[in-house]
C-alpha cells in the first residue's frame, strides 16, 4: 500500500472491505459447513455495509482533510499485499473468524496510529472517526460471530 493522501486511505479502506466480501462470498461452496457458510455471507453483507459506509465518510470530508499529504509510511505487512493469502476456501468456522480479526485488528493499528499523527485538526477527527467505526464494527462482528458460534 502506497498511501498519498487521507482521501487515498479512505478509498483504500474501503476497497479492502469490498475485497474481503468478495473473498468470502467466493469461498462458499455447495461443500461448506452451514455454519462456516452463515458467517461468511454475514461478514460479507457486513464488510459491504462498512465499505458503504467509508464512501460516505470519504464524500463528507473536506477538502483540507482529505488532501492532506501523509506524512507517515504505512508498513507493508498492512492488508491486502502480496504476502497476505486473502482466501477463505476450505476453512473452518473458527480460522475464517480468525483472519478477518486480524484484518480488523490491522485496520485498527492503521487508524490508531493515523489518528495521532495527523497535521491538522480536521484530519485529526476523520482519523478519530474511522478509528470509532472499524472498532464498533469490529465489536459487532465479535459479537454476531460469538452467536453463530453458538448455533
Do not use: C
Not at 458503504?52 to 507493508?76: N, P
Not at 498492512?78 to 493469502?85: A, M, T, Y
Amino acid at each position: 500500500m502506497q498511501t498519498e493522501t487521507y482521501d487515498y486511505l479512505l478509498q483504500w479502506t474501503s476497497e479492502l472491505h469490498e475485497i474481503i466480501a468478495e473473498r468470502l462470498e467466493q469461498a462458499i461452496t455447495p461443500d461448506t459447513d452451514q455454519r462456516s457458510r452463515w458467517l461468511m455471507e454475514y461478514i460479507a453483507k457486513h464488510e459491504r455495509e462498512l465499505a458503504s459506509t467509508v464512501r460516505r465518510y470519504r464524500e463528507q470530508a473536506g477538502k483540507a482533510e482529505s488532501r492532506t499529504w501523509l506524512y507517515e509510511h504505512i508498513g507493508e505487512d498492512v492488508p491486502p499485499n502480496s504476502r497476505w493469502e486473502l482466501g477463505f476456501e476450505g476453512k473452518t468456522f473458527d480460522q475464517i473468524s480468525e483472519q478477518v480479526f486480524e484484518l480488523h485488528d490491522q485496520l485498527i493499528e492503521v487508524y490508531t496510529s493515523m489518528s495521532g499523527r495527523a497535521p491538522i485538526p480536521a484530519a485529526i477527527e476523520l482519523m478519530e472517526n474511522m478509528l470509532t467505526l472499524e472498532e464498533g464494527a469490529t465489536r459487532l462482528l465479535a459479537e454476531q460471530s460469538g452467536r453463530l458460534n453458538d448455533l
